[in-house]
């Protein structure tokens, strides 16, 4: 099993439709959690960190299920430039775990 | 305002050569990541520092080694290339890892490197 598991890709939705997407983690020691966003061919970059209580920026929400080891992320109201692939990534012990990551095509 | 610069972005190598990637960071970040991408495989550590004279491995070190220069400087080497190593490198650095770190991570925009 992998450390950390994705949804399978790629979500191809319409411009201001809502996506979630899904991700969860192996290890219960996990100690924070992340959601980066990478542009093809380009370098990640961090979108949003994610707390046990969930929390919010513009559009982006992410929320945080430390007892079923899940973590998610809503993107509301999609644009055309949110069309990239976003990685799910789990602190264990100082290192980063990434997910394989959900690439996601928005269309006008 | 730099953060992450690696240098090279592209290189071709023979199998068999050897080569260094660089990496520094502006930020006085204490640790520092090397990372692979893969198609379909994410990206899967190598080698890190959690600070300056410190190096471990991740979870793909065989055929790498590293050097922790100063705080700013994180060298990966492949002493002798293989078509295997062929990828798309990341060095990363953040404020702080180690036990209960929360910190993200800071990226440099890759080395592009074909082996042949």
């Known amino acids: 099993r992998k450390e950390v598991e994705q949804d399978p890709g790629p979500f191809n939705v319409p411009e201001g439709a809502t996506v979630a997407f899904n991700c969860t983690y192996s290890?219960?020691?996990?100690?924070?959690f992340f959601w980066y966003r990478q542009d093809c061919r380009k370098e990640p970059k961090l979108l949003m960190s994610v707390y046990s209580s969930g929390n919010e920026d513009g559009r982006f929400t992410a929320q945080l299920n430390r007892a079923s080891q899940y973590i998610s992320l809503l993107i509301r109201d999609s644009k055309l430039s949110d069309s990239a692939t976003y990685l799910c990534v789990v602190n264990q012990g100082g290192k980063l775990i990434f997910g394989q990551g959900t690439e996601l095509s928005v269309k006008p | 305002n730099a953060g992450v610069t690696q240098t090279p972005k592209f290189q071709v190598l023979k199998t068999g050569q050897s080569m260094t990637l660089q990496c520094a960071q502006d930020m006085n970040h204490n640790s520092m990541y090397w990372y692979r991408q893969d198609p379909g495989m994410g990206l899967r550590l190598i080698y890190y520092?959690?600070?300056?004279?410190?190096?471990d491995k991740g979870e793909v070190p065989n055929g790498y080694n590293v050097s922790r220069l100063n705080k700013r400087e994180f060298s990966l080497r492949l002493e002798s290339a293989a078509p295997s190593q062929t990828s798309v490198y990341f060095c990363a650095s953040s404020d702080r890892g180690g036990q209960g770190a929360n910190q993200p991570q800071h990226f440099g925009d890759g080395t592009r490197l074909s082996i042949l």
């Open positions: 290890n219960s020691a996990s100690q924070s």
């Open positions: 520092s959690a600070s300056e004279g410190t190096t």
